[in-house]
């Protein structure tokens, strides 16, 4: 197969996704690299249609690949992630809005178009978590304790663009993040960006049935197909409170070969993937029987 593989600057050498490049290279495929960030794009030409079998971002928010991965899917053409479903997830502001309308459990969340505004957020909403509805990779993320905090606070916050408040969720001060990959999941945990502790470490966990269902969810919701989540353990049950589509797969086992065998699927499939299911190693699963229903068997091993 033909893949193209649109990579941002941010990640030119990361292990995800060039080692999955790598992989694919050696099964045989032929991956054309584009650059977004460091290239100038001849728009009118960029889509060849017929030339490539999938178009693949690895992007930052707001980066420019996504607007090119959009122009593949207007002309068509298979994209992995989809390009609608990427930019869904990448909006904070517009993921908690279609994922609350959906039943997922997001905490409440305000969006305002300068900081200031954040003074009308009523005082018995906080402690709050406030962060650009754009952000990733746990950047100008605060935890802002009252509305005096909240001034101090203003200064910083300018510049971000579109903000995002939500009241903060009591957690153990780490978080599970779950990844979806082939039609798999994958739990794991680690330390949360507001309770940052340098001796912890990403690390393998059981997957429950309840977070499971909601991981799955997710996918079927926003229509990604690789994909992560961000879940706190909250003392009413399970929160979401990050999407992210592509997501760098730490700690899943053979990330590289996974991620190739689910583009490869997804490529000849055309589109996107069933949801996902959590693998029998991490619990002997018993999922309510309405996202059951919906879980197909594991993905195989072709490659």
């Known amino acids: 197969m033909r893949l193209c593989f649109l990579v941002e600057e941010h990640y030119r050498h990361d292990g995800m996704p060039n ?21 100038l794009l001849r728009m009118t030409g960029a889509v060849d249609a017929g030339a490539h079998d999938a178009w693949v971002l690895k992007t930052v928010s707001g980066g420019p690949g996504l607007t090119l991965l959009e122009a593949a899917a207007a ?30 459990p997001l905490p409440p969340t305000y969006a305002v178009a300068r900081p200031e505004l954040l003074r009308e957020v009523p005082a018995a909403e906080y402690p709050l978590v406030v962060k650009p509805a754009d952000g990733s990779s746990g950047r100008a993320v605060h935890l802002v304790s009252s509305p005096g905090r909240l001034e101090t606070l203003l ?43 340098p001796s912890v470490r990403e690390r393998r966990v059981p997957l429950s049935a309840e977070v499971a269902a909601i991981a799955a969810q997710v996918g079927a919701v926003y229509g990604l197909d690789l994909y992560g989540v961000d879940v706190l353990l909250g003392p009413d049950g399970p929160v979401v409170v990050d999407v992210n589509d592509f997501p760098s797969f730490r700690q899943v086992p053979d990330a590289a070969a996974r991620v190739a065998r689910a ?31 919906q879980i197909p068997a594991a993905a195989g091993d072709a490659v």
């Open 155 to 197: 200064p910083a916050l300018a510049g971000e663009g579109m903000l995002i408040a939500q009241p903060y969720v009591p957690n153990s001060g780490t978080d599970i993040k779950v990844y979806a990959v082939g039609g798999e999941l994958f739990a794991t945990e680690r330390c949360s960006p507001l309770h940052p502790d």
């Open 75 to 104: 002309a068509g053409l298979t994209t992995v992630n989809d390009a609608r479903s990427i930019r869904g997830v990448r909006d904070k502001a517009l993921a908690a809005a279609i994922g609350r309308g959906r039943g997922l």
């Open 263 to 293: 583009v490869l699927d997804l490529a000849r499939a055309g589109g996107p993937a069933a949801a996902p299911v959590a693998l029998p190693y991490t619990l002997p699963l018993s999922i309510p029987a309405q996202a059951a229903a």
């Open 19 to 39: 080692e999955v490049i790598g992989q694919l290279t050696a099964w045989g495929h032929r991956v054309d690299v584009v650059r977004p960030g460091g290239s």
